[in-house]
């Protein structure tokens, strides 16, 4: 791919996943007002069609842009460390996933387990962050059992909505394999 041609690529993805983690925020509070970080996981879309698609370095790129640029836009420093906790591990075992077993594992399961080490990230910078706060870290692992099986549900329909996509990306043309 030619430098300008993947500078621009890789701009429009960060962009389009900072977009689908916001859209998500706002469908996810609207469909579950009150519950403690519980997101669909939409911009997972774009960084399973970049660990497909793209190198390392550059879904890394977009993965960090990503949890930085939605927690600058959302204004919350603890939003933005727990997404960059959850983004990175997810993205560290996607990517191994994909790029050493996908023969073994589909995409769906790979989202699958993506969803679930979001979870277990976003619970390492809860208890990092917050083991002097006691009652909130108590209540972070009352509803954490309820947000694993929820993640698992929504990483399964972010395998599916990627597992779909493919087909209509490799006949666009955008990435060339």
Known sequence: MRNTRKLV??????????????????????????AISARLGLANIVIMLGIIYLNFKDVLL????????????LGRFDVFIYGFSGTMLSFFGMWMLYKFTKDWFSLIGISLI??????IGQVTAVHWLLISDIGYFSLYFIVNPFLIP???????MIGILTKSLIRYVDNSGIFKR
Do not use: Q, W
């Not at 469908?27 to 579950?32: D, G, P, Q, T």
């Not at 977009?62 to 600058?72: C, D, E, Q, R």
């Open 114 to 119: 993506g969803a679930i080490l979001h979870i």
């Open 62 to 73: 977009i993965a960090i842009l990503k949890s930085v640029l939605i927690g600058f836009i």
């Open 150 to 156: 929820a993640s698992m549900i929504t990483g399964v």
């Open 9 to 34: 690529l890789i701009s429009v993805l960060i962009s389009l996943s900072v977009v689908l983690g916001i859209i998500d925020k706002y469908i996810s509070s609207f469909i579950l007002p009150g």
